[in-house]
């Protein structure tokens, strides 16, 4: 069945005034410098990629991009050569097959990503330096160096052997983000086997309803966390998940909190002792390196399965060539373990740049507690949320001022779009000659599809490009391609990180309806895009109703398994909306059960509720009382068009009354918008 696509936002009339001047230019010696340029000029001697135009680094690039999309076996083969892959066995080919989805990369070859993960300590030079700079809310970086890292990953690696643990196993971490989840990940992909994460503030019924899918047979666990300055025992919780994961064979107790291992779990220290030799297993390329996770939005999160080698190479490309990373670089993420941008992060150590773990609050003491990390971390690339720069721009923060941010050369943003505002702040706030690299991209390929360019042009808010090798596109309805109009972001060309399947899904109809379904054989993504004729992409927020909160990506299945188990809630909806100013709102709107009301006790009960089982993020921003929740006529929960009458769509066109059950509900809602918006409400 073929999705009905809902009206765009409206995009600027790129005729209505002059085009803009950058925000930010790179000069000629850092264009010079930039790791882009000196690939494109191997790639044009080794492989006939077309000659950089002298002077014109925006010509050049969109040139390097059309031949990395039109000849993608030329592209991908230069990229294994220029970051020195090491292939066990060599491929056959590079890509068999374009077809989306099914293509397949590099057919035959055999390599392990966390051989590549770990190749710096084979550097003497390099050996003794930081891979890992650990730093908690304390703010004092603890270095792990490369030969420290390799000989725990080959310890534990050796003790996975020992309990029985092989290629296509699945290992799973309910960890923060510290040196022993990314030990642990490296580990697992060593001898061939799967993993998977979820962070330590997901509740039971969360983490169960991913980690259930995929069948772990060992389970790395902390006894708590620390966040805001409070520690967070997680013991009860750890016990639901062993009950509810019939098929763990050990389970690893990390004493963060420094309480004993319970009854029947093995101890960390004792798993990661001794001096074992790193031995890595040899994989197919298409084989599963980690699950990761979707939001849910309509039942289960779907387990996204991605390769070792589609991972390996897209990530090189990433972090090497877009985000500029190399030997003695330090690239600092704010994230979780339970999102893709932690998985992005560990990758860093593909390039040999040191990877910045901040197990912590965002925000904690204070605003600008993510600056003081990147200061005293020295990191050279610091990635946070656009919801973050507008919290600092909102409470007054003033980095440049307040910290040294020398060695910081560009801070990136993803999560959601980066207003103009936030461009503007960094620039001001930060340093004028920062490189600002707002990205967009998705946990399904675990990249990004459009963002950092050390070679190009800043505009306020606006992305800088499209990614190499990836054939983004905005498209109407029809299929037609648009420039300067706001369209379906797609993309035209498989992506070595396109899922290899969903976990427990046989047939691929999951995959094909996830992806396929509107434009068959070409990816649709899920965002509003507009590619102007500058080049450059703009990114308008969700097309549908996944929610996006503090770039976290989340479904309304889990809200409304939570909230509904409660008696006095009949039944309830959830949507984000995103905010010209940057923000983001999220109500709840719940229907009472009958003899309920909705007052101030049950409002909390709800929030505790969503906050214990959850996460905080899931605690809505308000919740608001209605008569009803309206349904399609085979009974699921109308969600983008309540969304989309809060953006501001009239009600004719957010919605076909005639596939409502009572459309009435939404004229309510569409008054509540209006009153909304007259008093100047967040919606």
């Known amino acids: 069945m073929t999705t009905a696509p809902s009206d765009p936002p409206a995009a600027p009339d790129p005729a209505s005034g002059p085009a803009p001047e950058p925000l930010w230019r790179p000069g000629p010696e850092r264009v010079e410098q930039a790791r882009l340029t000196r690939f494109h000029h191997w790639a044009a001697e080794r492989h006939g990629a077309p000659r950089p135009l002298p002077g014109d680094p925006e010509g050049s690039y969109a040139a390097l991009h059309r031949w990395s999309v039109t000849e993608l076996d030329a592209f991908w083969q230069a990229v294994t050569e220029w970051f020195d892959v090491s292939f066990a066995t060599p491929a056959r080919t590079v890509l068999a097959g374009r077809t989306m989805p099914g293509a397949q990369w590099f057919p035959g070859a055999t390599l392990n990503y966390a051989e590549h993960a770990l190749r710096a300590a084979d550097d003497p030079a390099l050996a003794g330096r930081p891979a890992l700079l650990r730093v908690d809310e304390r703010h004092q970086p603890e270095p792990v160096s490369w030969a420290e890292l390799r000989r725990r990953v080959a310890a534990l690696a050796a003790s996975l052997r020992r309990l029985g643990v092989g290629p296509g196993d699945r290992v799973a971490g309910y960890l923060p983000n510290i040196p022993e989840a990314v030990t642990a990940l490296l580990a697992t992909a060593a001898v061939g086997a799967v993993w998977t994460s979820c962070a330590p503030d997901f509740g039971a019924r969360s983490v169960l309803d991913r980690f259930q899918q995929t069948e772990p047979v060992v389970l790395f666990t902390v006894d708590g966390y620390r966040y805001g300055g409070k520690e ?6 750890v016990a639901e998940l062993r009950d509810g994961l019939p098929t763990l064979r050990a389970v690893v107790h990390i004493p963060l909190l420094g309480t004993p291992a319970p009854v029947g779990a093995l101890e960390w220290d004792a798993l990661t002792a001794g001096e074992a030799g790193p031995e890595y297993t040899p994989v197919p390329f298409d084989h599963p390196l980690w699950v ?7 039942g289960l999160p779907k387990a996204i399965v991605q390769s070792q080698g589609g991972i390996l190479v897209e990530h090189l490309k990433q972090l090497g060539l877009h985000c500029d990373l190399g030997t003695g670089d330090r690239i600092f993420w704010y994230t979780s373990t339970g999102w893709m941008m932690w998985n992005f ?13 901040y197990d912590g609050s965002p925000g904690h003491p204070s605003t600008g507690a993510q600056w003081l990390v990147a200061e005293r971390t020295r990191a050279t690339l610091y990635g946070t949320s656009a919801a973050y720069v507008m919290a600092c721009v909102k409470a007054g923060v003033h980095p440049a001022r307040d910290h040294d941010l020398s060695a910081t050369r560009c801070v990136a943003t993803t999560g959601s779009p980066l207003p103009p505002d936030g461009f503007r702040w960094l620039h001001d706030e930060v340093a004028a000659g920062l490189w600002i690299a707002s990205v967009s991209g998705g946990t399904d390929v675990c990249s990004c599809f459009a963002g950092a360019v ?46 290899v399947r969903f976990w427990n899904d046989p047939d691929g109809s999951r995959y094909r309806d996830s992806y396929f379904d509107m434009f068959p054989g070409v990816w649709r993504h899920g965002d509003w895009t507009t590619v102007t004729s500058r080049g450059t992409v703009v990114i308008h927020g969700r097309s549908d109703s996944t929610l996006n909160r503090q770039g976290v990506r989340m479904g309304s299945a889990d809200i409304y398994e939570a909230v509904e188990r409660l008696p006095e809630v009949r039944e309830s909806l959830v949507i984000g909306v995103e905010q010209p100013d940057g923000g983001y709102w999220m109500p709840l709107f719940v229907a009472p059960a009958p003899g309920a009301v909705l007052d101030d006790a049950l409002r909390e009960r709800i929030r505790r509720t969503l906050r214990r089982e959850l996460s905080p993020r899931h605690v809505p921003d308000e919740i608001i009382e209605i008569p009803a929740v309206p349904h399609t006529l085979t009974g699921k929960r109308i969600e983008v068009p309540v969304k989309r009458i809060f953006q501001g769509v009239p009600l004719e066109k957010a919605v076909n009354p005639g596939s409502v059950d009572d459309a009435g509900l939404l004229a309510f809602f569409a008054r509540l918008a209006a009153e909304r918006r007259t008093a100047g409400g967040d919606g």
């Open 232 to 237: 967070h025992d997680r013991a009860a919780t």
């Open 454 to 499: 050390p070679t190009l042009p800043v505009y306020t808010g606006e992305l800088q490009a499209p990614c190499l090798g990836t054939g983004l596109q905005a498209w109407d309805p029809h299929g037609r391609p648009l420039t300067d109009e706001v369209g379906e972001l797609v993309v035209t060309n498989p992506m070595p990180s396109m899922p």
């Open 345 to 357: 992060l560990v990758s860093g150590l593909l390039v040999g740049a040191t990877v910045v773990l």
């Open 292 to 298: 990761l996770y979707s939001s849910g939005t309509t």
